[in-house]
């Protein structure tokens, strides 16, 4: 059963991985990580989410510019093994609150129908009493925002949680990661916009309640892996590009996958 845990607080670490790293790093810690059990034997499943924004990109850009502190909404749905989905199944709305490298996620589970009529049109579902509060954060937050569609990612992810010696860990890889800027509806089967992610990578997520445990810190300095801000929202954004409203007379993002260096998003932009 899929983990339903309403609040997550931990320290988040993304990376680019090669493949090959992500092969070479899994052989090497076959003892310390344990396939998630939400996903096939070896921890392997589909996810896709629907992002929401203001018209003029406030989430998008609290990102790109840097803040240390930012919010997101979404509307997340796990793909079960046989694809099947309509209004009526299950999904998760997401509040992800991130402090510097400190994440909190919080989340309610309800229907796709329910998610979508609460988040673009303002109509609380019947819930329990213990989902109030954050049924109602995510109400305030799309309503004085006037939140909208904005972006679907989808991709398949390889899960695990670390051993006893290691609890809290939790580190996934992503790869086949694609966007949509049009036809807004999870489960469309229309043809994705492009890719985010270049075939021979992952990104790699690092979770853990205090801190990243030393044999993975190893690993990522004996391979010359360093830390990113990589976005998969910011990144279908800006592939697209159509939504920003502010003009821009250069858009430097990054590219892991030529320079293989760790790289800000530079965004010159006029008055």
Same mark, same amino acid.
């Given at each position: 059963?899929?983990?339903?845990?309403?609040?997550?607080?931990?320290?988040?670490?993304?990376?680019?991985?090669?493949?090959?790293?992500?092969?070479?790093?899994?052989?090497?810690?076959?003892?310390?990580?344990?396939?998630?059990?939400?996903?096939?034997?070896?921890?392997?499943?589909?996810?896709?989410?629907?992002?929401?924004?203001?018209?003029?990109?406030?989430?998008?850009?609290?990102?790109? @510019?840097?803040?240390?502190?930012? %919010? !997101?909404?979404?509307?997340?749905?796990? /793909?079960? &093994? *046989?694809?099947?989905?309509? $209004?009526?199944?299950?999904?998760?709305?997401?509040?992800?609150?991130?402090?510097?490298?400190?994440?909190?996620?919080?989340?309610?589970?309800?229907?796709?129908?329910?998610?979508?009529?609460?988040?673009?049109?303002?109509?609380?579902?019947?819930?329990?009493?213990?989902?109030?509060?954050?049924?109602?954060?995510?109400?305030?937050?799309?309503?004085?925002?006037?939140?909208?569609?904005?972006?679907?990612?989808?991709?398949?992810?390889?899960?695990?949680?670390?051993?006893?010696?290691?609890?809290?860990?939790?580190?996934?890889?992503?790869?086949?990661?694609?966007?949509?800027?049009? @036809?807004?509806?999870?489960?469309? %089967? !229309?043809?994705?916009?492009?890719?985010? /992610?270049? &075939? *021979?990578?992952?990104?790699? $997520?690092?979770?853990?309640?205090?801190?990243?445990?030393?044999?993975?810190?190893?690993?990522?300095?004996?391979?010359?892996?360093?830390?990113?801000?990589?976005?998969?929202?910011?990144?279908?954004?800006?592939?697209?590009?159509?939504?920003?409203?502010?003009?821009?007379?250069?858009?430097?993002?990054?590219?892991?996958?030529?320079?293989?260096?760790?790289?800000?998003?530079?965004?010159?932009?006029?008055?």
């Amino acid at each position: 059963m899929r983990n339903e845990i309403k609040n997550f607080k931990r320290i988040e670490m993304k990376y680019i991985l090669t493949l090959k790293q992500k092969e070479d790093l899994l052989k090497k810690f076959t003892k310390e990580l344990i396939p998630d059990t939400n996903g096939n034997s070896s921890g392997n499943y589909k996810l896709e989410s629907l992002y929401y924004d203001t018209d003029d990109l406030k989430f998008y850009w609290e990102k790109a @510019d840097g803040n240390r502190y930012r %919010k !997101k909404l979404r509307i997340r749905r796990y /793909v079960d &093994q *046989n694809g099947n989905f309509d $209004e009526n199944s299950k999904v998760f709305v997401e509040i992800k609150e991130k402090v510097d490298e400190i994440t909190e996620k919080r989340r309610v589970k309800m229907t796709y129908k329910e998610a979508k009529n609460l988040v673009e049109k303002g109509i609380i579902p019947e819930h329990k009493e213990q989902d109030k509060a954050v049924i109602d954060e995510i109400y305030i937050l799309a309503k004085q925002n006037s939140l909208k569609p904005k972006a679907i990612t989808s991709y398949d992810r390889q899960a695990f949680f670390g051993t006893d010696s290691e609890t809290g860990l939790r580190i996934t890889f992503d790869t086949e990661v694609f966007y949509k800027r049009n @036809d807004l509806l999870l489960n469309n %089967k !229309k043809k994705k916009d492009g890719n985010i /992610v270049e &075939q *021979n990578f992952t990104i790699m $997520e690092v979770k853990a309640n205090s801190e990243i445990p030393e044999f993975i810190l190893k690993f990522l300095e004996e391979n010359n892996i360093t830390p990113t801000r990589f976005s998969k929202y910011c990144q279908a954004i800006e592939s697209s590009e159509k939504d920003l409203k502010i003009p821009l007379t250069q858009l430097d993002y990054y590219n892991f996958f030529e320079k293989k260096e760790n790289l800000k998003t530079k965004f010159a932009l006029t008055n």
